[in-house]
């Protein structure tokens, strides 16, 4: 990671630069700012500064041995330190470092390189109903590690994310290293929420805070990584009020919104045509969803039912559509009518409930495809 990979935040990224040209980098520096205010990736660009042997332009080389381990996640002088939980199967006594994450955490960094998403970091743990954290085993961990000679003669960079999720022990048994550290040790701590960090730690840590990022930041981010056009980048950056994490979000609910019009708009016309082999397939595609999505599909059908009959009574004040949605409405809602809005409904209903509990999904929905071929008649 390059500062110039990095996103908003310019003034920041400047003063981490200025602090390690001068020598004057901090032995303990924190990071903080909102979350979807990309901050990790900032830290991840300090330490591969840091470590370049071929600095120019303000930034690291890219290339030189050093930048090349950094980008490829194996630097032996830069360690991570993350909130986590055992696995579900764990057995109880056997003790879990972050080191024992090392995949997960490598995935995630390549999920989401410029921008730190709690909720991904979460889904790869694999463990929903646990609150990860950092707790002691891992806090002699890195005491350990930092203690070590570095092989390569540099300093060693111990990047924290979430130092807010530390327990209080793990937070004590660090104290002492982060109050009178080695000198070739550097702790980057990057917070979500500073204030939440145990004032022990916060009081000892130099901050440097990030701010939420303008519209136009945001939208440079998404024109780049999700290749949206410029103007659709601004229509998704400006609600999301300088948190990119919310713009993404919306992006991904706007690409399943239209996926799921899509999906609807097949099942109704073959239903129409009573193609009863071509539902088959549609039903096994669907069936290939996961089972959250295709209950958001079905939940979505059912939305679409129901707002089609108000559309057909000409309620528009009631109906909620998008613009391809209501193109299609003006030809489909007066299918949806008194006599078979309940039932459809039903339909959709029941199709949801069953995949939730477990009934095999093609059945299911083959099963309500065929009755909706007989009630789109009615
Ligand atoms: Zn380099």
Excluded at 85 to 91: C, E, L, T
Excluded at 285 to 314: G, P
Excluded at 318 to 331: H, I, M, V
Aim: some cysteine; proline content about 4%.
């Amino acid at each position: 990671m390059r500062f110039s990979d990095t996103i908003g935040n310019r003034k920041a990224v400047e003063q981490v630069r200025r602090l390690i040209d001068s020598g004057r980098l901090p032995h303990a520096l924190l990071l903080h700012g909102a979350p979807g205010v990309p901050k990790l990736a900032l830290a991840r660009a300090a330490a591969q500064y840091l470590h370049c042997t071929n600095r120019h332009d303000g930034d690291s080389c890219g290339e030189c041995p050093s930048c090349r381990q950094h980008q490829s996640g194996n630097n032996t002088d830069t360690f991570f330190s993350f909130p986590y939980i055992k696995p579900k199967n764990a057995s109880s006594d056997k003790v879990y470092y972050c080191d024992d994450y090392f995949s997960e955490w490598n995935e995630f960094l390549a999920q989401c390189p410029q921008l730190e998403d709690y909720q991904k970091w979460l889904a790869l743990l694999r463990n929903d109903n646990a609150q990860p954290k950092i707790v002691v085993a891992e806090s002699s961990a890195i005491v350990r590690k930092m203690s070590l000679t570095s092989m390569s003669g540099q300093d060693k960079v111990l990047i924290m994310w979430l130092p807010e999720k530390m327990t209080e022990e793990a937070a004590n048994k660090l104290l002492k290293l982060i109050e009178e550290p080695y000198d070739d040790c550097r702790f980057i701590l990057v917070s979500d929420n500073a204030q939440a960090i145990l004032p022990t730690i916060y009081s000892r840590v130099q901050r440097i805070e990030l701010k939420p990022l303008s519209t136009d930041e945001i939208a440079h981010y998404l024109e780049r990584r999700h290749h949206l056009a410029w103007q659709d980048a601004v229509a998704v950056a400006g609600p999301a009020a300088g948190n990119a994490l919310e713009a993404e979000r919306a992006l991904d609910e706007g690409n399943e919104n239209q996926e799921f019009h899509n999906r609807f708009v097949e099942l109704m016309r073959l239903a129409y045509q009573r193609d009863l082999a071509r539902l088959r397939l549609w039903a096994e595609t669907i069936a290939e969803m996961k089972r959250e999505k295709a209950r958001r599909f079905l939940a979505y059908c059912a939305r679409q039912t129901r707002e089609n009959f108000f559309y057909n009574l000409h309620l528009p004040g009631l109906t909620y559509l998008t613009r391809a949605e209501e193109q299609f409405s003006a030809r489909f809602s007066p299918f949806i009518n008194e006599q078979n809005v309940e039932r459809i409904y039903g339909e959709f209903n029941r199709a949801e409930n069953d995949i939730q509990g477990n009934g095999n999904a093609r059945i299911i929905l083959y099963d309500m495809a065929v009755a909706i071929t007989i009630l789109i008649k009615v």
